[in-house]
């Protein structure tokens, strides 16, 4: 069965400080697809990032960064300089199979805080 | 990007009553849509997953006849809670995908039942 694992429930910065979110996963498919999203206070879930699972090259768009370890079943989430506006709950998710639109499992989220 | 709306954003109702949750795909044909159960403070637990024209698939522990989930075109699905109880409130969030894409997801319905 597949599983999602964040370790982290909250973290508090202060602005412009690093964070790293851990994200570990469990899954014996072959083929999967990764995921991260953003819950602002507002509720709505944002689309971060999207991995499949013979892709491990990491990913920068522009503060933020993926990191994405096969070996340790990993897929690491890094916001640069953090800014209030990070604030949020973020989710790493997993779907087997071939298609992303397959139902996607979540970590419990951990919560960001970053503080002025 | 893809636009999921979720209507309405927020209910309030009694103890007993029915409500109706939409799910619309604004800008695309939605093969599948997922409907998911978030309580404050944890995570989404995905209570079904439907395809357009045939029945709903639910989650274990996800009583059927009490989420009534239709999925009647490709860009709507409902999620109508039958005879609400305080137990129910919660946030319900809605996704939907197109085939091999990624899911979008509505802002959610936050449900209060007295």
């Known amino acids: 069965a597949q599983k999602v694992t964040q370790a982290q429930t909250e973290i508090s910065v202060v602005e412009k400080e690093d964070v790293t979110l851990d994200c570990v996963y469990e899954?014996?498919?072959?083929?999967?697809?990764l995921f991260w999203y953003k819950q602002p206070p507002s509720g709505e879930l944002v689309f971060l990032i999207r991995?499949?699972?013979?892709?491990?090259q990491n990913e920068i768009s522009g503060r933020y960064s993926w990191n994405f370890q096969k070996s340790t079943s990993s897929f690491n989430f890094t916001i640069t300089a953090s800014q209030v506006v990070d604030s949020a709950v973020y989710f790493c998710?997993?779907?087997?199979?071939?298609?992303?639109?397959?139902?996607?499992?979540f970590g419990g989220g951990t919560r960001v805080l970053v503080k002025p | 990007g893809a636009v999921v709306s979720q209507h309405p954003s927020r209910v309030i109702c009694k103890s007993g009553t029915s409500v109706k949750i939409e799910c619309r795909s604004l800008?695309?044909?939605?093969?599948?849509m997922f409907w998911y159960r978030q309580f404050p403070k944890q995570s989404l637990m995905l209570m079904a997953t439907?395809?357009?024209?045939?029945?709903?698939?639910?989650e274990q522990g996800v009583e059927k006849d009490k989420f009534l989930i239709n999925h009647a075109s490709l860009t709507l699905s409902t999620l109508t809670v039958t005879s609400a109880h305080p137990e129910d409130s919660s946030f319900y969030i809605c996704?939907?995908?197109?085939?091999?894409?990624?899911?979008?997801f509505g802002a959610g319905t936050r449900l209060s039942v007295l």
């Open positions: 998710a997993l779907s087997e199979g071939w298609a992303a639109g397959n139902k996607l499992t």
């Open positions: 991995r499949n699972s013979f892709d491990e």
């Open positions: 899954t014996r498919d072959t083929t999967y697809y």
């Open positions: 800008d695309f044909q939605a093969t599948t």
């Open positions: 996704s939907a995908s197109q085939g091999a894409n990624i899911q979008y």
């Open positions: 439907s395809n357009e024209g045939s029945k709903a698939t639910y």
